[in-house]
DNA sequence: ATGCGTATAATTGTATACATTAATCCAAAA
DNA sequence: TTTTGGATTAATGTATACAATTATACGCAT
């Protein structure tokens, strides 16, 4: 009998309250309030309540005396963020490639053709959001789960100023070779170089990001 | 006008959770459903329910149809832990160099002197956790938000397993001197001597670490 | 015995009332 | 004008009732 599993209504606030920091709905400083998030989404204050305490731990929000304040990050924040993924990001690659499955393959692969697609569209709103499903998926198919919660959180702090450092179309063209890159190398089980193509796409996506950081103040 | 801050119910019972099932009060396996812990406490399922989640978060425990799980680690998790904090914990301590305050080092100093203390007493227990604390202050005075937020949970997971490590006599020499020549780096503010040392220290805990878990079986 | 289905119990999910705490505003005094 | 005190308001913290879900036990048919 297959099982039916409605998501609470906790994770779908979770989920909403998420994307909407994340594509500027809520923008940096924005104050959230339970009793106004529960007019604004008619359910009771206790899955917001849940959903807020989940972004609070994953420094999306904080709390600010009069509710909890959207927070934005910094430019140190930015540079950690890429440092750290430098030094990780090829671990899960590495991993991914070792623990690849036939199904994973054709998952990964999918992603490397909507991401082509997308591009053929101009659409960046979703190169974005492909981007980070295709270093995502690599952390979920590593099947390391420290690996995958360690670099995830870091993913989904980014989201926010990907699109900006995709308005640089030659770094756009560059991307898409690096992961087709990284996805050989993982198809044909080569770890190891997996993982040093992988560290070389985030140092790339790093200097991009913060060289446009700089020029847009 | 002095602030008081009572610490929530909701924090409490989440440190006393957290610190149980680090202690191994609550074992791998052990099963917690929110009714037995309503009892145990004292507290309504409020408060528990929102430490609960944030131990899930934490990858403490896991929801296992039949009420909370606690969940151990593997071999490969406490591996990717320590490869991970190989890679990233430098960064903490080339950060608190940068950055150190007098209050700081005074606060540091004083870690130093009771992991001597409690090495004189053989207090293995006080050890590992002065030991924790080192690391996690580290972190902190590194006033490096991202840093701090990745490599917090990854003392929290490792913590149960610590104890074990410590039964080697030398290692635990070792230990203490090597967070000596740390401190004495971040002290003279010699950002990358502390960064290199911190590296090779893990290094050297994560040797040490795996061979006895190898040994135990 | 084994598998199936239903009744029952146990557990979590959600809403809400109440308690407590913190912010705001305004009036009065320095 | 500035500050201070307290009343007021608004927010979060907590407990609890109720709903929905899921596990379990048991009887029945095969």
Known sequence: MREFHTTSLADQV???????????????GEILTEL?????LGVSRTPIREALRRLEQERLIAESGKGSVV????????EDIMNIREHIEGLASYYAAVNMTPDGLKELEHIMDLQEFYFSKHDLEHMRQIDDK????????????VINDTLVPLHRKTQRYRKKSMENDQRLVNMIAEHRNIFNAIAAGDAALA????????RNAKLNMLERLKNNG
């Open 14 to 28: 979770f989920d909403k309250l998420e994307n909407d920091i994340i594509t500027g709905v809520y923008p940096k």
């Open 36 to 40: 106004k998030l529960v007019e604004q």
């Open 71 to 78: 927070l934005g990050i910094t430019e140190e924040d930015l």
């Open 134 to 145: 295709f270093h995502d998926l690599i952390c979920q198919l590593s099947k390391r789960t």
């Open 195 to 202: 993982e040093s193509l992988t560290a070389q796409h985030i």
